[in-house]
C-alpha cells in the first residue's frame, strides 16, 4: 500500500500552516486549519467537497490573504499578497481546472514570463520550443510545442500545467485533484514525476478523491472537514475506512434522506442527441418520479447535453420528446412550455441577478404571467415569493434584500424556487450543491428528493460521488462526449462509476475500495 | 459497457504527434492568410483604381496617401496594445486634439523650439492623458471603454477651455515657426518623413509585442484574464503601461497631425478614434482580445485611408466610403469569428476521435 517512510529524524518541515482561518462573506471556509509539508514526503490533503481543500490551495498560492493565522517557509514567516511572490518562494500549483491562454502556444503558456532571452532581453523563440520540447520528453507527453491552447482536451491541458509546474524547480508542488481528467496511464506518468520531484528533496501536497492514488502515492495524510483540520497520520498506519470516517465524521445514510419512490411515465426522451465536437449520440429517458444522475469528468459533456436539451445550445443532429411530443431544438422558451427547467451549474452568473431581492429573483421566470397588462404588480409578486420561499424555507431577512447577501445554500433555494414556480415537469439540476456547506446540502437534497417523490422528473448532473450514489435511482455516466455506461441504483459504486467516467471498465474489480 | 480501453502505445503517440502539428500548422496558415487578406485586398483596390485613373499612384498621390495614412497608423499601433488586452481607448481623438493644439501653442510662444522638443513635448502630453486612463481602468477596475468614453468628452473640453481663455482659438500655419512647416513637408528619398516615423512606430511596437516578455504579457492578460491573474502577471501594471504607451502614441500623432495640416482649432482629431478601432479590427485584432498584430492594424489603417481617396478616384461620392468601411469591418469579424471556430473544432476534433 503505502511507500515506506524514511528511518530516523523525521525531514525538515518546508511549509507550516498554523491556525488559518478564512471566510467569504458569511460562509467561514477555513477555521483554524493546519497544515505541515516536510521536504521529500508526498502529503495527502482529503476531505468532502467544501472541506475547505480549494481555500487552502488558493492561500498557498497567494490567491487569497488568510484572515487570520500564519504561512511560514522554512520556519520563516511569509506574506503570500500574490501568485508572483508564491511562485517566487518556490510554490507551483497545478489547479482542478486548468488555466491556459487559448490565444498563445503551448510552450508559451508554459514559460509566461520565464521565456527563455536571448541579446536585448528579447525572447529566444528557438530556445522556448526546445526547452518546451525536453519538458514534454521529460513526462512522455507527445504535444506540438507551438500549437494553440486552443482546443486541447482536458486531460492535455493538464499534462501542460503540470509542465509548468515541473518548469520552474518548485520546492512544494501542490496538485489539486490532478488526476480528475486523466486516463491510467496518465495517472502513472503523472505520480512517475511526482515521485522524483519528492525523491529529489521538494514536498508535494496531494489532493485526490481517489484513495487508491492517495494510498499509492503519498506518506502522510491530512483530513480536513467543515474547514477544520482533523488528523494528520502516517499513510501506513490508516485504512480507508478510517479515512473516510474521518472525512465524513458522521452517519453517510442521514446525508442522502432519498425516498423510494416507483417510477412512473417516460417524461424525457432523449434520442441520438449530437452536437459535433461536443457530444454524439447521447440517448437516455427519465421516468416521473425518478431521479438520474448524470456523472462523469469535468469536460465530458455532461452540462453540454443538458443545454442542448434545454435549448441553450444547438444540436446538429437528435430528438428530444417531453411527454411524447418532439420539442423544436434551440430554443429554451419552447423547452419551458413543454415543462422543461433548468437550474445552471454557476447561480451567481447564470441563475440569479444578484443585486436584485428576493421577491424579483424568486419571480423573475413568471412575470409575465404575474403582470397585468404589462405592468408587474408588485403585490402579486411578493405573494408568490412568499409561498415558494416559505415552501423551500429559505433562510433571508427580508424578501427585499438582494440576494447577494444571503449564503450559498440559501441562493440555490431562490433559483430553485424560480423555476418550481414555472410548474416544471422536468427538472434539470446542474451541481445542485457546488459551494454549499454541508447543513444546507442535506435540506437541498431533501428537498430534490421530496420533488421526485411528488412525481417530478429530475436530471441531476453531479461531480460530487456521494451526491451521485445517495440520490440517484439511475446513474448514466459520460466519457468525452458519449454515454458509456447507465448504472442502476442498486449496482451503483465509487469503482463503477469513476472507471466509466475515465473511460476504462475493464479493471473495476480489482480495486479494494470501500466507501 | 461501449468503451474501449485506450492504449497509447506504438505508433499511436506518433499519429497523435502528426495530428497536432496539422493543427498547428493550420493555426500558422490562417494567421498568414489574414494578414495577407489584408494585403490582397489593398491590391485589389489599388488595382481597380489605377485602371480608371492610371495616375493614382503618380508621385504627388501616392505622398499624399502616406501622409493621410501616417496619423491613423500611428495610432492604430497604439490601439492594438491596448485592444489585446481585452480594453479599448476611445479617447484617442481628444488626445490627438489637445496635443496638436498644446504642441501648436508652444511653437507660436516660442518659435525657437527645435522640432525633436515639440515631438517629445505633445508626445508626454498625450503619455499623461493615457496614465490617467490607464489608472482608473487598472487601479479603480472601471471598465475601459467607460472610462475612455468620459475621457474623449473630458479632454476635449479642456482643450476648448484652454483655446477661449488664452484667446487663442486657432493656431494658423503663418503663426508657426518655418522649421516646424518643413517638417512636416519633409521627405528621405522621396519618402515623407511623417510616413517614415509611422513605418517606425509599427515596427518598434510589433517587435516589442512578439518579442518581449512583457510584450506577450498583454497576450495572456487579453486570452484569459483570470489564467493571467494565477501566473502572477502583474495584470494592472500591464494595462496600465499599454494605455501610457497608447497616450504617449496618441500625442505623437497629435504633432505629426499640426505639422501636415499646420491650421489647428480644437476640433482636431473629433470623431477619430472609431476610425482607429475599425483600423485594428479590420487588420485583424480581436476586440475580445488576445490575438492579433500592430502590423495587421498598421495595413488595416493603410487600407482604409486607401478607400477614402479611392473612391473619388472611381468616380464615386466620397459618402461611400462609410459604407465601405462598415462592410469592411463587418466581413472583418466574420471572417475571424468564421476561422476561429473552424481552427478550434479542427484542434479539438482529434480529442473525440481519439476515444
Partial sequence: MADGTPSGAPAPVVLALQDVSKSFGAVAALRGAQLELRAGEAHALVGENGAGKSTLVKILAGVHGPDSGRVLLDGQPLVLDGPAAARAAGIAVIYQEPTLFPDLSVAENIFMGRQPLAGGRRIDRKALTERCRALFERLGVHMDPDRPARGLSIADQQMVEIAKALSFDARVLVMDEPTAALSGVEVERLFVVARALRDQGAAVLFISHRFDEVFDLCDRITVMRDGQWVSTDLAADLTVDQVVRRMVGRDVADLFPKQEVTAGDVVLEVRGLTRRGVFSDISFDVRAGEIVALAGLVGAGRSEVMRAVFGVDRYDAGSVRVHGRELAGGSPSAAMAAGIALVPEDRRQQGLVMELSVERNATLTRRWKLARAGLLSARRERATAAEWTKKLQVKAGKLSDPVSTLSGGNQQKVVLAKWLSTEPTVLVVDEPTRGIDVGTKSEVHRLLSQLAADGLAIVMISSELPEVLGMADRVLVMHEGRLVDDIPRARADEDGVMLAATGQTARAAQLGVAS | ?355
Fill in chain 2, 1 to 355: 459497457m461501449t468503451t474501449t480501453q485506450q492504449t497509447p502505445t506504438g505508433a499511436a503517440p506518433a499519429a497523435a504527434e502528426a495530428r497536432s502539428r496539422r493543427g498547428t500548422a493550420l493555426a500558422h496558415r490562417l494567421f498568414v492568410v489574414r494578414e495577407l487578406g489584408i494585403l490582397a485586398a489593398l491590391a485589389v483596390l489599388i488595382g481597380v483604381t489605377l485602371i480608371a485613373n492610371p495616375r493614382f499612384l503618380s508621385g504627388q498621390n501616392l505622398r499624399d496617401l502616406m501622409l493621410s495614412a501616417a496619423i491613423l497608423v500611428v495610432l492604430a499601433a497604439g490601439q492594438t496594445m491596448v485592444i489585446i488586452t481585452r480594453n479599448v481607448d476611445l479617447s484617442v481623438g481628444s488626445i490627438l486634439g489637445l496635443s496638436a493644439y498644446a504642441t501648436g501653442t508652444l511653437l507660436v510662444d516660442r518659435p525657437g523650439t527645435p522640432v525633436l522638443v515639440a515631438l517629445l513635448a505633445g508626445t508626454a502630453v498625450g503619455a499623461v492623458c493615457g496614465l490617467v486612463n490607464g489608472a482608473v481602468v487598472a487601479v479603480a477596475k472601471v471598465p475601459s471603454l467607460v472610462v475612455t468614453l468620459g475621457m474623449l468628452y473630458a479632454i476635449r473640453g479642456l482643450d476648448s477651455l484652454w483655446a477661449s481663455s488664452s484667446d487663442r482659438l486657432q493656431v494658423n500655419a503663418a503663426d508657426l515657426p518655418s522649421g516646424f512647416k518643413s517638417f512636416g513637408g519633409a521627405r528621405v528619398l522621396g519618402v515623407p518623413v511623417l510616413f517614415l516615423i509611422a513605418v517606425a512606430v509599427v515596427l518598434v511596437i510589433g517587435w516589442y509585442l512578439r518579442s518581449y516578455r512583457s510584450g506577450r504579457e498583454l497576450y495572456g492578460i487579453g486570452s484569459a484574464p483570470e489564467a493571467a491573474r494565477l501566473s502572477g502577471i502583474p495584470v494592472g501594471r500591464r494595462v496600465l503601461m499599454a494605455f501610457v504607451v497608447n497616450g504617449a502614441l496618441a500625442g505623437l500623432a497629435g504633432v505629426l497631425y499640426a505639422a501636415r495640416f499646420q491650421t489647428l482649432d480644437t476640433t482636431a482629431g473629433t470623431g477619430l478614434e472609431l476610425n482607429v478601432v475599425a483600423a485594428a479590427v479590420v487588420g485583424g485584432v480581436a476586440i475580445a482580445g488576445g490575438t492579433g498584430s500592430a502590423w495587421g492594424a498598421a495595413l488595416g489603417a493603410l487600407l482604409l485611408t486607401t478607400i477614402g481617396t479611392a473612391l473619388p478616384q472611381l468616380g464615386l461620392n466620397p459618402f461611400w466610403r462609410d459604407a465601405a468601411v462598415g462592410a469592411l469591418i463587418i466581413a472583418a469579424i466574420v471572417l475571424d469569428r468564421t476561422l476561429t471556430l473552424r481552427l478550434a473544432a479542427r484542434l479539438r476534433g482529434r480529442n473525440l476521435r481519439g476515444s
